[in-house]
């Protein structure tokens, strides 16, 4: 299966537009002394980049996979995306807690992807 394919090319887009997410959501919390319309314009520019890879993600991963999926799937990379983040960037620690929470997020997905019960 080739990465450009109907199956692989969605999945790498998401990543791809989830790192821009999530930096535009949270990066400007390493600059806490940036004004506050600042950190806003510079998101949605981020943000923009986002889009640019979301929205084409979804159109072809649609003849591959449901609606359901793809958000699935986009939410499940939007977690390991912001835990990556917020230890490497942030400095945060992940915790048991957390573990457990996305643990059972994961189970979720697995719900979607097999079914029907």
Do not use: D
């Amino acid at each position: 299966m080739s990465l450009l394919s109907p199956a692989v090319l969605p999945i790498l887009l998401l990543l791809a537009s989830n790192v821009f997410m999530t930096t535009a959501w949270y990066g400007h919390l390493k600059f806490p002394g940036a004004a506050l319309p600042t950190v806003v314009l510079v998101s949605w520019g981020i943000a923009l980049l986002e889009y640019c890879l979301a929205v084409p993600a979804n159109r072809i991963g649609h003849a591959v996979y449901s609606a359901a999926e793809l958000k699935t799937i986009q939410e499940v990379i939007s977690l390991v995306v912001f835990a990556g983040f917020s230890v490497a960037v942030l400095g945060e620690r992940l915790t048991l807690n957390h573990a457990v929470g996305f643990v059972l997020i994961a189970l979720g997905a697995l719900f979607v992807f097999k079914g029907p019960l």
